[in-house]
């Protein structure tokens, strides 16, 4: 075992364990050819003379190596002893390096050197592979280039044989792919870019290609084999919804996507089904409708209706779907209850008691409701909300809380193109509302620098006076030493200074506040009690407040947006500070 945290444990795990880049020591350089615009060069010559100048911190060690065109100086500040030792005058070196200029003499700092043997003229006959390397690894003298040599050393002991292909021949005919062996040959040591560009292609394509067909293959046996509980009926708590409490018409996206989803439960075959729209294109209403089809089916053993559960990532979330939820059903025979972590103890003893006894309808909560006490009497349906925040293992739990697993919707808001969500979600079938309810508010997203904060906050108290609310969100809690981003308690301050008290009134959420001071300060502004929310990216989701008309980002570069370059900003722009505005319109 080579090294645990890098997982490799076999022969097969260190060849995939591929370099990052190459460097280019095929060639010698001319001292008289190597310009700025290079970043490396290697350059055989005689050693002229070396010299030590300075004294303690800023002692260092130059010596100069000269080919028949120049002279280049190369320069050692660590280990200056043990190198000089090394260096014999007049002897020829070969020496490869980063490359710099200092009084318009070319340096190369802390070079790599070796005895060049005028037999063996030229570079070597591969580009040389470099490796990530840890700070574990180094302290067990295994770096990138120990690395290499023990790479370089497991191919000398292969052969084709022991690598042989795992494609068609038709394929490979088809796309003009190099064998697998001269890939993995190509991929650690090729002989020219073009060969690492041709071994890059098919190794790409053989990792897509597998996972395509695996993908491809957990679909087939799910749709032959996986038996699921049948939904045959459209009943009573369904029809009642639909026609008497349903607040507004669906759109065509949304009665469309609960067609496909009528169709998959009503199969027999468990339902595993993406579901992407935007924020406020209606999938919660989809969610409660397919809920209520699953309460209106019974199990055969037993006529026990089936129960349903849905889980979001947050508590905040979480408590928004069950106001949501509980609201709409507050006049049906529909009972509903939150479990989270901060459910005080007779709470979760009669949650789990209605749930073990099959009297609860619907349970919505967060990572609570996939915990071993969590049993339920027949779970039937369920939907887990912003399923990226969940890893696989989590959202797996749901299916063993019956002895068949639950039909399974997973939502999200994160803009999917169908090829891709087709591609990372082949497991699943896959649905999109892409259709918004009509009346929806034009929002305007610009963009400021930093000299603008009082114009920003200036078109925030114009809003505020409109009786409207604002997001303020950072993406640091408190000042980092290793990130030059806005903080949200230094920027609490600031916010303060522009919206003194009483005049405005400031809520705080991040998510190192307890649970319950994060509840009520996040209701405090719910409620508009409060004209700005401060927070971090605890709000990203379940966020639903109508009167808040504005969110400024601070440091949004870190948040992954960006924008075009202003004409004559230079590389200025790149050390700019921006933050975004959105706003109703």
Known sequence: MLKKELEIFTFKDMLEYYPFRHIDKTKIDKVASIHAGMEYAQVAGRLTGTEILGDKRSRRLIAFLQDDTGEVELTWFQGINWVEKQLEVGHHYLVFGKVGFFMNKVQINHPEIELYVAEKAGGKKFLEPVYPSTEKLKARGLNGRAFAKLTYALLQQLSPKDLPENLPEAIIKQYRFISRWDAFLAIHFPATEEMYTHALRRLKFDELFFAQLRLGLIRTTRHRFSKGWEFNKVGGHFNAFYNKYLPFELTNAQKRVLKEIRKDTGSGKQMNRLLQGDVGSGKTIVALLSMLIAADNFRPEDGQPFQSVLMAPTEILAQQHYNTISEMVKDMPIYVKLLTGSSVTKQRREILKACEDGSLTILIGTHAVIEDKVIFKNLGFAVVDEQHKFGVAQRARLWSKNSLPPHVLVMTATPIPRTLALTAYGDLDYSVIDELPPGRQLIATVHRFENKRPMVMDFIKEE?????????????????????????????EEVKSFFPEPKYWISMVHGKLPSAQKITNMQRFVQGDTNIMVSTTVIEVGVNVPNASIMVIESAEKFGLSVAPVKGQGRAWKRAKFLYLTYRQ
């Open 464 to 492: 505020i006076k409109k009786g409207r609310q604002a997001y303020i969100v950072y993406p640091l809690i408190e000042e980092s030493s290793k990130m030059d981003y806005e903080n949200l308690m230094k920027g609490f």
